[in-house]
């Protein structure tokens, strides 16, 4: 296996081509009050496959694709079940 970083989130946006926004949540305990924070990230990642919004990604980074891009889509871990409004 490589030694690229592998992260895991959530695609938050799709609306380009070939690329989807994924949050990226990371969970801490904070060091002097204890009190547990979430912060995230949002990173955009090259789509292949085809991502829809609420999907869980793993994401791997790559070279520089553009200016914004440094990572790629490798797998979908769960995907959302699309519900029909009718």
Same mark, same amino acid.
Not at 9 to 16: C, D, F, L, R, Y
Not at 23 to 36: C, G, I
């Given at each position: 296996?490589?030694?690229?970083?592998?992260?895991? $989130?959530?695609?938050?946006?799709?609306?380009? =081509?070939?690329?989807?926004?994924?949050?990226?949540?990371? &969970?801490? *305990?904070?060091?002097?009050?204890?009190?547990?924070?979430?912060?995230?990230?949002?990173?955009?990642?090259?789509?292949?496959? $085809?991502?829809?919004?609420?999907?869980?990604? =793993?994401?791997?980074?790559?070279?520089?694709?553009?200016? &914004?891009? *440094?990572?790629?889509?490798?797998?979908?871990?769960?995907?959302?079940?699309?519900?029909?409004?009718?």
């Amino acid at each position: 296996m490589s030694e690229r970083r592998r992260l895991t $989130g959530v695609v938050v946006s799709n609306k380009m =081509q070939k690329t989807v926004v994924v949050r990226v949540t990371r &969970r801490y *305990r904070h060091h002097l009050y204890k009190k547990v924070i979430d912060s995230y990230k949002k990173l955009m990642a090259h789509d292949e496959i $085809g991502c829809d919004i609420g999907d869980e990604v =793993q994401i791997v980074e790559s070279r520089p694709i553009s200016k &914004r891009k *440094r990572w790629v889509v490798e797998k979908i871990i769960r995907q959302t079940v699309a519900v029909d409004g009718a």
